[in-house]
């Protein structure tokens, strides 16, 4: 395969990508890594294959194609290469969570001699590092490192570096307790999602929307949180965002903790897993997950008790007796009785509440 096929090929990968055909588009650049004779070309579909994987969750897949795109920099002789793929190294081991290893690779990208990427990309790089600092709970060094990156961000006026880096803030400042702050930049990024990210991927808006609920249920306003939350979640269903799905998930959970209903956060969990699992096909884990949910509807009694179907899970017109006990309204007119079926107790009132 040649110099233009191979753009070709990529090219048509990167659209079945962007309209959510992910395995698809994986299969179109695996095709092309395996017969390109390209070097540039295959350098290229390393990093799509690099991003892809990131996005899916699968971040060992994103360190092996990662290691692969080095290797391939190395035969280019290219500085500006060697910076992206070193770059690319050390955003897989921070997924991984090797965070000193992320450092060493910022460190390494830092040290190349001056590269045409370099203004683009240091910023970047900054990025990754301060969140590996975060990681390692290193806050003073992590806000020197993200206000550089800000400063990248501003200098070479680049929105979507400053959308991620105030995200990335919005995490530091949620760690250190400022929930103001935590709140204040997500509520930057969303603006700057609003205002320039007509041609941005959605994972931007999902990624803002996130990181403001996580600072709404710190400061108790539960309603805008759960709002920010499933509208975060949305955008990661659609795209098969399996990271973001699961930030959702214990964002969901917390909320519900907050509120003090723990059984119901553990129906929800459940209940979205379900979905995701069988988008994807994995039959084991949905099983488990439903077996989980049908536990959780007996436990905490969240069950028509006429037709003994689950509350909850669609929606559906419910109708509560003055014992407290619920039901599905359809399921009470058909059964025509002026008392409870569960504890058999009379109406209190004319007609049902």
Not at 61 to 72: G, N, S
Not at 105 to 119: D, M, V
Request: aromatic letters at 8%; a positive charge; glycine letters at 8%.
């Amino acid at each position: 395969m040649g110099q233009d096929q191979t753009k070709q090929q990529i090219e048509k990968g990167l659209q079945l990508y962007q309209s959510n055909q992910t395995e698809k588009a994986l299969q179109v650049w695996t095709k092309v890594l395996q017969k390109s004779s390209d070097p540039v070309g295959r350098f290229r579909v390393l990093g799509c294959l690099v991003t892809a994987h990131s996005e899916m969750g699968r971040y060992k897949e994103m360190l092996k194609f990662a290691v692969v795109q080095i290797d391939t920099a190395r035969e280019l002789e290219d500085a500006d290469f060697l910076l992206e793929s070193y770059l690319n190294l050390a955003r897989s081991n921070e997924k991984l969570c090797e965070f000193h290893k992320t450092i060493s690779y910022c460190k390494t990208c830092l040290g190349l001699p001056g590269t045409r990427a370099g203004a683009q990309l240091g910023g970047q790089v900054s990025l990754s590092m301060g969140n590996a600092f975060l990681g390692l709970s290193l806050f003073q060094k992590a806000l020197e490192s993200f206000e550089k990156a800000l400063r990248y961000a501003h200098n070479n006026d680049d929105a979507m570096l400053e959308c991620r880096v105030c995200c990335s803030l919005g995490s530091f400042y949620a760690q250190v307790k400022d929930y103001e702050k935590a709140l204040f930049f997500p509520c930057k990024a969303a603006e700057l999602v609003n205002d320039y990210g007509k041609g941005w991927s959605l994972k931007y808006r999902a990624m803002s929307q996130y990181h403001m609920a996580v600072a709404y249920r710190l400061l108790g306003h539960l309603g805008s949180a759960m709002e920010c939350c499933e509208e975060s979640m949305k955008i990661a269903l659609q795209h098969g965002d399996r990271p973001l799905q699961a930030l959702c998930l214990l964002c969901f959970a917390d909320i519900h903790r907050s509120r003090g209903d723990l059984e119901l956060s553990q129906l929800k969990l459940h209940c979205l897993s379900e979905g995701i699992y069988r988008s994807k096909g994995l039959q084991r884990e949905l099983r488990a997950h439903v077996v989980r949910f049908h536990e959780c509807v007996e436990e905490t009694e969240l069950y028509c008790g006429l037709c003994g179907e689950s509350i909850g899970e669609k929606n559906s017109r419910l109708q509560a007796l003055p014992c407290s006990h619920i039901f599905h309204l359809r399921c009470l007119q058909n059964h025509g009785t002026r008392s409870c079926p569960n504890c058999r107790r009379s109406s209190m009132k004319p007609g049902f509440v």
